[in-house]
Nanobody, 124 residues
Framework: QVQLVESGGGLVQAGGSLRLSCAASGRTFSNPTMGWFRQAPGKEREFVAIILWSGGRTYYADSVKGRFTISRDNAKNTVYLQMNSLKPEDTAIYYC?????????????????WGQGTQVTVSS
């Protein structure tokens, strides 16, 4: 089993910044893909960003490219999502996810483990 615990959400004004953290524990895995997804009320859970643990390559949704940055700290088994220039449309619950077998996958169905989610609210 793998446990993912997110933190760092909150309320921020448009144009502001937040940093989300996702701490992984439990079963060890060598080269997973770690991702951030989000779900707004009444909408499907959507891809935001992923990082390949081995090599650190990153991929972003067009809607956040240039504003969000995903990164990892190997020693802490932690993934971060730095969110800048936030917009009201970024308001959602943000989920951390892990795909143990790695690879570049953008759809939620391919991910094995999920965190409980953290609320991000951007006011105008």
């Amino acid at each position: 089993q793998v446990q993912l615990v997110e933190s760092g959400g909150g309320l921020v004004q448009a144009g502001g910044s937040l940093r989300l953290s996702c701490a992984a524990s439990g079963r060890t895995f060598s080269n997973p893909t770690m991702g951030w997804f989000r779900q707004a009320p009444g909408k499907e859970r959507e891809f935001v960003a992923i990082i390949l643990w081995s090599g650190g390559r990153t991929y972003y949704a067009d809607s956040v490219k240039g504003r969000f940055t995903i990164s990892r700290d190997n020693a802490k088994n932690t993934v971060y999502l730095q969110m800048n220039s936030l917009k009201p449309e970024d308001t959602a619950i943000y989920y951390c996810a892990a795909r143990l077998s790695g690879g570049i996958y953008y759809h939620k169905q391919w991910y094995d483990y999920w965190g409980q989610g953290t609320q991000v609210t951007v006011s105008s």
